[in-house]
């Protein structure tokens, strides 16, 4: 098994998680600074992460347009502590917000069997 397949075309449709695996690529770099990842580091500033939360994650975390709340996100987050958020560090984002939506959904599923 064998990482990314850059240039390659792949054929049929994308899987669900290919797809969504893309789309949080793609949501990174729209608020990542410029600059190929492989050159130079590049990460997400606190203005752009503020506004990241506010725009594209308001309905699963609360006071996204908290301020303070914001930044001691972001001051979680950043674990190298160079005032940016990483790609690396973006990711422990998300699978900190998909674990418990994780157990939310089994919970919904096993109330749904429970009501059969």
């Known amino acids: 098994m064998q990482g990314a397949k850059g240039g390659e075309h792949m054929s049929g449709d994308p899987s669900e998680l290919e797809w969504a695996i893309q789309t949080l690529v793609k949501n990174y770099d729209k608020y990542a600074g410029k600059g190929c990842c492989c050159r130079r580091r ?12 506010s725009h594209e994650l308001n309905h699963m975390l609360t006071d996204t347009k908290n301020k303070h709340a914001a930044d001691k996100l972001i001051c979680d987050l950043d674990e190298n502590r160079d005032g940016q958020i990483s790609f690396d560090e973006y990711w422990n984002l998300i699978g900190g917000i998909a674990s418990p939506i994780s157990c939310l959904i089994r919970q ?3 109330s749904v069997k429970f009501t059969k």
């Not at 590049?42 to 939360?53: C, N, W």
């Open 108 to 110: 919904q599923e096993e």
């Open 42 to 53: 590049r990460g997400i500033s606190k203005k752009d992460f503020r506004k990241m939360l």
